[in-house]
């Protein structure tokens, strides 16, 4: 089995013209479409398996496409879709200052699970300058690590943006598993700060290795339920997102559907913090590829219900980029020619590995 792009039809004729009658509100224009020499393709959209004779078995589909049951009316019968979301218009919040508040619009809580490693601080301080430009955001970094990364707390005190730091460890019985469930004891201790201290406004569980258009944040924040929008770069397939028809959510499109009723990635969906407050009991479980459906589960939210960002999931304003992944550095050997210097400082700035601290600060050799 291989994946494959979808192919031409055959026997399709060529140099067709096409004739098309376009409503626009009250009146009608006539759109003439001359295609010379065009193939007709079927939906690119859809990657789907075939065999080595190229014919599509019927359960392929079901790899990377999932429908759900649609809500319908009582007396039509049909389904029913949602009203559409009325975002102001904001345009000029984007030139805000770091950690700006403007009155009357909704907050943000962004939580952001990280742990230690080389690439940590640069990929907070990335985000962060993306975070620096939306108002109204209160970014809560909740980091799986023995001890505080100090370069991590003293870069969130000076960022100017309003922070919440939090320390939380897995559980020891997950650490011994060999799938272990990252990231979800931090995203639960942000959830719980939010229980204590907010009471409306929208959060987001942000990673701090994706990539984010600031127009995702633009919307997100009028979330009066539970959204979803598309995330880039997921799978071999490049995105996960819901599949939306007439204004509502009608399936999922993602290169892992397994079983789950939503198959969305963490980065695909925001929550209204109200919304949140009403479901004491939701959750995230710790259960490796299954955390955010189950936790979209736990919230109790129908397909009808969703509200479907991004103009109809038509834009990627979120992407799973990768950084590469580098070895702790060499320590920093000092001599009195280098104590006294920027290398006392910037030595506290560089990932050396666990457990190299109390190494480093038994050697004496002398920087060349």
């Known amino acids: 089995m291989r994946m494959k792009c979808c192919r031409r039809r055959r026997g399709m004729r060529r140099g067709l013209t096409i004739w098309s009658l376009v409503k626009w509100g009250g009146g009608s224009a006539v759109v003439l479409l001359l295609l010379v020499g065009l193939s007709i393709h079927p939906r690119k959209e859809t990657a789907v398996t075939q065999d080595e004779s190229g014919s599509l078995p019927a359960r392929s589909l079901q790899n990377v496409l999932t429908f759900l049951q649609s809500d319908t009316s009582e007396k039509s019968g049909r389904a029913v879709p949602l009203k559409p979301v009325v975002i102001p218009d904001i345009q000029d919040t984007r030139d805000c200052k770091p950690g700006e508040w403007i009155e009357g619009l909704p907050p943000l809580y962004i939580v952001t699970p990280t742990y230690p490693r080389a690439e940590q601080l640069p990929e907070l301080t990335r985000f962060a300058q993306t975070l620096m430009n939306v108002p109204n955001v209160v970014w809560i970094v909740s980091e799986d690590a023995a001890e505080p990364t100090q370069a991590i707390v003293d870069y969130l005190k000076e960022c100017g943006l309003k922070t919440v730091y939090l320390r939380v460890q897995m559980p020891a019985k997950y650490q011994k598993v060999k799938n272990k469930p990252r990231g979800v004891a931090n995203r639960l201790a942000g959830l719980n700060w939010i229980r204590a201290n907010a009471k409306d406004g929208v959060f987001y569980f942000a990673d701090d290795d994706n990539t984010y258009d600031i127009r995702l944040f633009e919307q997100m924040r009028w979330t009066r339920g539970v959204s979803m929008f598309p995330v880039g770069l997921v799978t071999s ?112 700035l560089i990932w050396k590995g666990k457990g190299s601290e109390a190494e480093n600060k038994n050697k004496s050799k002398g920087a060349s």
């Open 237 to 348: 397939l490049g995105v996960s997102t819901p599949i939306v028809k007439e204004g509502k959510v009608v399936g999922f499109y993602d290169g892992w559907i397994a079983k789950r009723k939503f198959p969305i990635d963490m980065a695909g969906f925001a929550v209204s913090v109200q919304y949140l407050l009403q479901r004491p009991n939701a959750t995230m479980p710790f259960k490796v590829g299954y955390e955010e459906d189950g936790f979209v589960k736990s919230l109790g939210i129908k397909p009808a219900e969703i509200e479907p960002l991004a103009f109809n999931c038509t834009k990627i304003w979120v992407w799973h980029t990768q950084t590469k992944k580098n070895n702790p550095a060499k320590p920093v050997f000092q001599n009195d020619a280098t104590i006294g210097t920027n290398l006392d400082i910037i030595k506290n």
